[in-house]
């Protein structure tokens, strides 16, 4: 059985929390790369959510997710964890993390600048 990357996604109801997680060790361990987290809504395209600079510590934020999403790294578990506060029912998708050696502002929200290697975990939120 091939081990999980994201976990952590449910259904909640509007103005729920959730914490996903993305296991990361060659990133976390090595104090290096990005881990990004986007999400895809039926019918819509990947977006990003956030995104880390793990080695930098630099990380970069959707407007629409300022001040209720935080990602941030746990060493202990090795993993990139997003906590999602006061979710919206437009947080809705499926949530992916993706992988790259290096980020900065011109590319830390581009699909196409990461690795997805897993299946995602799925958010719904409920009005």
């Known amino acids: 059985q091939v081990p999980k990357v994201e976990s952590g996604g449910g259904s909640v109801e509007t103005g729920g929390s959730l914490r996903l997680s993305c296991v990361a060790p060659?990133?976390?361990?090595?104090?290096?790369?990005?881990i990004a987290w986007f999400r895809q809504a039926p019918g819509k395209e990947r977006e990003a959510v956030a995104t880390?600079?793990?080695?930098?510590?630099?990380?970069f934020y959707a407007e629409n997710v300022k001040g209720r999403f935080t990602i941030a790294r746990d060493d202990s578990e090795n993993t990139v964890n997003l906590q999602m506060n006061t979710l919206r029912v437009e947080d809705t998708g499926m949530y992916y993390c993706?992988?790259?050696?290096?980020?900065?502002?011109?590319?830390?929200?581009?699909?196409?600048?990461?690795?997805?290697w897993g299946q995602g975990t799925q958010v719904t939120v409920s009005s």
């Open positions: 880390i600079y793990i080695g930098v510590g630099d990380k």
């Open positions: 993706g992988r790259a050696s290096y980020c900065g502002t011109a590319n830390w929200n581009r699909p196409s600048h990461f690795e997805f």
């Open positions: 060659g990133y976390t361990q090595r104090n290096w790369g990005c």
